[in-house]
């Protein structure tokens, strides 16, 4: 539907214009109504039309300075001139500033009906050619995004490779700045965030991220962004010429104020020391991935380290030896009481200590992690969520602490009550509660199988066996049970909870829900939205 709005300083005029724009069935809506240019305009900022229609001899700014405004404000709308009057300047104006069309009154409904298709077809070609350029920027933020990561992991090495894919995706600038810096950005509660705000969904949340950093970061001035391997933290290549230390800090407070603001995150950033070209970048990313690691376990807001700023500090013991075989001996029985008991003195010790870095937090959690493996084995692959790197680097606060480790405790305490249970139920219930928390990422049962070294066809047998459902059931059931959830809120749209639940395909999502349920998202949004 395009908006239109009708400007004349006659209220009969007006009416008449308006009502035959109504009469003409086009895909058309008169969304406002002003009796001169400078009403217009103001109108214009709330209401955002599509096309004006406008007469041009009216008081208080006339039709020549309101053509002129819009032609320099507002080029994406089209304008037709309806005037009773045919002088050369109303007709000179309309040619300068690129109107659509001009109709004389009285306005046959032929001349207004091919105006106005003139206008949409305009209108329509205008927002052909930006989507286009969206669509062209898009890729080529991708494109960027995908060299920086090869580069930063050493999986494009050859400097001359680097220097002629940085020409050709317009990086070089970077090249010849003389000298750069590395920003690795982490939200300390991005887990916490990710599932609470966005469903689980962290690729969303990094999508959020990003648009709020280059909104902060114009791209004329050569500084670029991507996301690290794991998809965790956010990096920024600063040039030292636009980037000092001012700029670059108020650009880190910006950034985290945004963040806190919008999503309640506290932002932790380690910053390397200067380098020139772009094959040194693994190492200016290594350095500033020692410099955020260095930042305080229990900081508060955004919290800043450079890897110049002094030495390296001494390790901070928080799990004695003694301790950790304490540790392990309570993992190897089972028992729960003494895991959350040794675990809980870690937690008290580490807050005696408010001088811990990050480093050293992930330290002791890594040897805790090893001690679980080493005394239960098999809980890594039950558990893969808790036992990967990710999940330990991503412990950034005490809340998160706290956590992992309650989360850990009540793992090993399953995992030892179901060592008896035959090995296919266990395999089955671990694909299950991955598809739990992964419901909403592009799963397959051949993807799956592949995972677990099984034969697809006995995987499905072995899947419908223990949970009497099968794969693509289980699957869709979740996504559905998930979306019923989000739809009883009118927070967000059809499609992006589509999106939310893994249905790129927003008229897909709609026949599976109607098929789960019995009721398009829109009825069931209606019928349950205020329960």
């Given at each position: 539907?395009?908006?239109?709005m009708?400007?004349?300083d006659e209220?009969l005029?007006?009416?008449?214009i308006?009502?035959?724009i ?11 109504e002003a009796?001169?240019g ?11 039309p599509h096309?004006?229609?406008?007469d041009m ?8 300075q309101?053509?002129e ?9 089209r ?8 002088q ?8 300068t500033f690129q109107?659509?069309?001009?109709v004389?009154?009285p306005?046959?409904?032929t ?31 991708l ?5 920086l990561?090869h580069?930063a992991n ?20 970077v090249?010849?700045a003389g ?6 950005c982490v ?7 990710s ?14 991220l ?10 004329e001035e050569?500084?670029w962004?991507?996301?690290s ?6 990096c ?20 985290h104020?945004a963040?806190h603001?919008t999503?309640?995150?506290?932002v ?10 772009l094959e ?5 990313y290594g350095?500033?991935i020692?410099?955020?690691e ?5 900081g508060?807001?955004l919290t800043v ?9 001494a ?8 301790d ?24 008290r010790?580490?807050?005696q200590h408010?001088?811990?870095a ?12 090893q001690?679980a493996?080493?005394?239960?084995n098999?809980?890594?692959?039950a ?7 990710q ?9 998160e602490?706290?956590s ?8 090993a305490?399953?995992?030892?009550k179901?060592?008896?249970m ?6 089955v219930r671990?694909?299950?509660q ?7 990422e592009?799963?397959?049962l051949i ?5 677990h070294?099984?034969?697809?066809a ?15 059931e289980?699957?869709t059931?979740k ?7 989000l739809?009883?809120?009118p ?9 939310l639940v ?5 008229r ?7 098929k789960?349920?019995?009721r398009?998202?829109?009825e ?5 939205g205020q329960?």
């Amino acid at each position: 539907m395009y908006k239109i709005m009708v400007v004349d300083d006659e209220a009969l005029s007006r009416k008449t214009i308006v009502k035959m724009i109504d009469e003409l069935g086009l895909q058309t809506e008169v969304i406002a109504e002003a009796k001169h240019g400078e009403e217009a305009l103001q109108l214009i900022q709330i209401n955002k039309p599509h096309i004006v229609v406008t007469d041009m001899n009216m008081p208080v700014m006339n039709g020549q300075q309101f053509l002129e405004t819009l032609y320099r404000e507002f080029s994406e709308i089209r304008v037709i001139v309806i005037s009773g009057y045919s002088q050369f300047e109303y007709l000179k104006a309309a040619l300068t500033f690129q109107a659509c069309e001009y109709v004389l009154k009285p306005v046959a409904v032929t001349e207004l009906r091919g105006a106005l298709n003139k206008a949409i077809e305009a209108v329509s070609e205008y927002s052909s050619r930006q989507q286009e350029r969206k669509s062209s920027r898009e890729m080529m933020k991708l494109r960027r995004e995908d060299f920086l990561q090869h580069v930063a992991n050493k999986r494009i090495t050859n400097k001359f490779d680097i220097q002629s894919q940085a020409e050709e995706l317009g990086l070089a600038p970077v090249l010849s700045a003389g000298g750069y810096r590395v920003a690795v950005c982490v939200i300390r509660q991005f887990k916490e965030i990710s599932r609470t705000k966005f469903h689980g969904n962290a690729d969303l949340f990094m999508f959020c991220l990003e648009n709020i950093m280059y909104e902060l970061l114009p791209q004329e001035e050569c500084a670029w962004i991507y996301k690290s391997d794991d998809r965790f933290r956010l990096c920024l290549i600063l040039p030292v010429n636009a980037f000092q230390k001012k700029r670059t800090e108020e650009t880190l407070l910006a950034f985290h104020k945004a963040v806190h603001q919008t999503l309640g995150g506290d932002v932790a950033v380690g910053i390397s020391p200067e380098f020139s070209g772009l094959e040194k970048l693994p190492e200016a990313y290594g350095t500033a991935i020692d410099a955020f690691e260095h930042n305080p376990f229990a900081g508060n807001g955004l919290t800043v380290r450079h890897a110049e700023a002094g030495g390296r500090a001494a390790e901070l013991e928080l799990l004695a030896s003694f301790d950790q075989k304490r540790l392990g001996q309570a993992f190897g029985s089972g028992k729960a009481k003494d895991m959350r008991g040794i675990m809980s003195d870690f937690v008290r010790k580490l807050g005696q200590h408010a001088e811990a870095a990050i480093r050293d937090v992930h330290r002791e959690l890594f040897k805790i992690r090893q001690t679980a493996i080493s005394e239960m084995n098999g809980i890594a692959t039950a558990e893969p969520s808790l036992f990967d790197s990710q999940a330990v680097e991503a412990v950034l606060s005490p809340l998160e602490l706290r956590s992992f480790l309650d989360k850990l405790a009540s793992a090993a305490e399953d995992f030892g009550k179901n060592r008896d249970m035959p090995e296919s139920v266990q395999t089955v219930r671990q694909i299950a509660q991955y598809m739990d928390e992964h419901y909403f990422e592009d799963i397959g049962l051949i993807d799956i199988a592949t995972r677990h070294y099984m034969d697809p066809a006995y995987l499905s047998k072995l899947f419908k066996a223990v949970t009497d459902e099968n794969f693509i059931e289980y699957l869709t059931r979740k996504r559905m049970e998930k979306a019923c959830e989000l739809l009883c809120s009118p927070e967000r749209k059809v499609n992006e909870i589509a999106e939310l639940v893994g249905y790129e395909n927003q008229r897909y999502f709609s026949q599976v829900f109607k098929k789960f349920t019995g009721r398009t998202p829109s009825e069931y949004r209606e019928a349950f939205g205020q329960l």
